[in-house]
């Protein structure tokens, strides 16, 4: 007579979720770990993952290390979703073992959107307009031309709004942005303003964005500095050096020259240029004036190779 099958019972079953946090509609892993209390070997029985509503969302069977690893996908309705991974009922001719559930959660977030801006000027005069430009990046790379965005000032009013362009930053694959303009304040000082891009819940579901950036509101300029950056050896123009005279800023063209509009005042100036060493000097703006700086290149570290 045929021996009965022994009845093992419940297998252990613990699954690791990565990442822990999802984009909505993104993959991710689920890694199912399986043991018998008495030892048993478990190399390829069935495992399944599966929904809220039962629905099969991958198989696969467990190694000679009792363990699956199995890429998903993230449903696109965000919060928190309770998922079973279901380890087959399994039966050899001496052993049995009774389907074992387990479950997990899994959260689901809208995709965020990471705001930056440049090519703002380091200082603009009151009441001036001025120009920078703004990127938007989803955190699962969405195309994102079109989006509104809007800037709002240090007391929360709307000073500019666009919407990103469908084509992206060049050399980047997925930073959408605008060009935007704006006036600045009309008195001096040091002003936070904010960037706010809306969530969506059309298709796949977007969060919000935010960023604050700084913008420094200086007295109308009275007089042009013109800064000519030379190669003090050479005698040659020194294009792409870095000139300030804060909080001004410019970099100096194909001729080394640069040209900075400031307010009436005593300045120290900054020129630097790469593998250039710092110059230094004071100036006292009362008329436009033009300020020549002579930069050494750095001196070659002196190396013992003894």
């Known amino acids: 007579m045929a021996a009965q099958a022994v009845t093992h019972g419940q297998r252990t079953c613990t699954v690791e979720v990565d990442p822990t946090e999802v984009d909505a509609g993104a993959e991710l892993t689920a890694t199912v770990r399986a043991a018998c209390p008495h030892g048993c070997d478990l190399t390829g ?37 309770i998922w079973r991974a279901v380890l087959a009922a399994h039966e050899t001719d001496d052993t049995r073992h009774e389907e074992t559930v387990t479950e997990f959660p899994i959260v689901v977030v809208p995709h965020a959107a990471s705001v930056n801006v440049w090519s703002l000027p380091s200082a603009v005069a009151a009441g001036e307009r001025f120009s920078f430009k703004v990127g938007i990046k989803c955190s699962a790379g969405c195309k994102l031309g ?3 965005l809007c800037v709002l000032d240090h007391d929360g009013a709307q000073v500019a709004a666009a919407n990103l362009c469908e084509d992206v930053w060049p050399d980047t694959s997925a930073l959408y942005f605008a ?5 600045a304040p009309r008195m001096p000082g040091d002003y936070q303003w904010r960037i706010e891009t809306p969530g969506s819940n059309e298709g796949v579901p977007h969060a919000a964005g935010a960023c604050t950036f700084a913008v420094k ?22 294009k792409g050096a870095h000139v300030l005279l804060h909080p001004y800023r410019a970099l100096t063209d194909e001729r080394g020259v640069a040209k900075v509009k400031v307010a009436k005042g005593r300045y120290t100036l900054f020129v630097s240029g ?22 050494t290149v750095e001196p070659e570290e002196n190396v013992d190779i003894r």
């Open 45 to 81: 029985q069935s495992i399944s993952i599966q929904s809220e509503d039962r629905a099969e969302l991958a198989n696969g069977e467990l190694d000679d290390e009792a363990c699956a690893t199995l890429v998903l996908r993230a449903p696109l309705e965000v919060g928190e979703h």
């Open 146 to 148: 079109g989006r509104a």
């Open 179 to 183: 060009e935007l303009e704006a006036q």
């Open 217 to 238: 509101v200086v007295e109308a300029p009275d007089h042009e500095v013109t800064v000519e950056a030379f190669d003090s050896e050479k005698r040659t123009p020194i």
């Open 274 to 295: 790469f593998n250039y060493l710092g110059h230094e000097s004071i100036l006292d703006v009362t008329s436009d004036i033009t300020a020549r700086a002579e930069l």
